[in-house]
């Protein structure tokens, strides 16, 4: 059976079919949204190579080195900073002005474009305005924030269902996950209001994510050792290391940050549990602003955050339910 560069997008078969027809009769912007991990990366270089060779076939030669992320008339644009400033604007901005070396069309993948800055969009939206004949841009946000508005407009939309099913199926064979969920829980009933217990809580919350990058880890070092067999045996050029290496560095990114953030939602979860219960409790309205607080603090990620000062500073102001013993923790 003939492989797909579709196979790669899992869980998203209403977005699928829709890029599908799109890329039939393209027109020049498109805006991906949806949540990290949850497909549109890999959607938007099977979108490009569909794009580039008329067909899914993944076979082919360029349909691979643009799975791959090694073509060179598929540029894929990743922030440097905290967010896309003025100047990536205008990096991305030249290579739109450049012609394809040896396609009928140039894919310009931008990821991250949730975390642009106003002067960014604004310098970006004249050449997405006025593109190139042959030049197709394709955007990836997160979620629709007020500085894409403008962009958001003058591109077709395609949203992303907010699943992540990488991280769920490596998580499916880890058997470490329940004990992580419970350790996650706990932490309100070990704070004790003191900065020491805090350094401690959060070295012991790095300390328990490391142990889950294990299997993303070491899937990935077998797919490094597989395309470093491939370049001995072939010989080829433009294997494609250094794409595989930023990507892995991305995933690797990703998935720490969502078992953070799943993390955080747990602690948020263990003071939701004592709001709603039918034991009324004197600080209530502490466990309403930790919750609060906890939200912030997830919206904060992946944004180059400190996290450690940022988990250090969470957890100094919430309230310890350390008190409040066993009976609190079997809500």
């Known amino acids: 059976m003939t492989q797909s560069v579709w196979d790669s997008v899992v869980g998203q078969a209403k977005a ?8 039939v009769n393209h027109v020049h912007a498109y805006l991906f949204i949806g949540p990290e991990g949850c497909g ?5 270089r099977a979108f490009a190579a569909q794009l580039i060779t008329d067909s899914d076939n993944a076979a082919s030669r360029e349909a691979d080195l643009i799975m791959r992320g090694s073509f060179s008339d598929v540029i894929e644009v990743l922030r440097e900073g905290a967010a896309v400033d003025k100047d990536e604007a205008e990096a991305i901005i030249r290579l739109a002005t450049t012609t394809p070396t040896e396609s009928k069309v140039k894919v310009v993948i931008v990821h991250e474009v949730h975390l642009m ?5 604004a310098r970006l939206l ?4 006025e593109p190139s004949e042959k030049v197709i841009f394709v955007l990836l946000a997160d979620q629709l924030v007020p500085s894409l508005a403008t962009i958001n407009s003058r591109c077709v939309v395609v949203q992303f269902a907010a699943n992540n099913a990488y991280r769920e199926r490596l998580l499916a064979n880890d058997p ?3 004990h992580r969920q419970e350790a996650f829980a706990n932490i309100p009933h070990k704070l004790d209001g003191s900065g020491a217990t805090v350094a401690l809580i959060v070295d012991e919350i790095f300390e328990l994510i490391e142990q889950a990058t294990k ?3 070491a899937e990935q070092k077998k797919e490094l050792e597989e395309l470093e067999a491939r370049v001995t045996l072939t010989g080829e050029r433009g294997s494609g290391r250094k794409a595989l290496q930023d990507r892995h560095k991305r995933q690797l990114r990703k ?3 969502d078992e ?5 939602s747990t602690i948020a979860g263990t003071y939701h549990s004592l709001i709603v219960s039918d034991t009324q409790y004197p600080d209530e309205n502490k466990y309403h602003d930790a919750i609060h607080r906890i939200h912030k603090a997830m919206d904060s990620l992946g944004l180059n955050v400190n996290e450690e000062l940022l988990l250090q500073s969470l957890f100094l102001h919430c309230p310890s339910l350390m008190m409040l013993g066993s009976s609190a923790k079997a809500l």
């Open 255 to 257: 998935f720490n940050t």
């Open 176 to 178: 470490q996950f329940a």
């Open 16 to 23: 699928v079919e829709q890029l599908h027809q799109l890329a």
């Open 215 to 217: 299997p993303l880890i």
């Open 117 to 121: 800055r106003d002067s960014a969009a």
């Open 260 to 264: 953070l953030r799943s993390g955080l």
């Open 40 to 44: 549109k990366d890999e959607a938007a």
């Open 126 to 129: 004249k050449t997405i305005e």
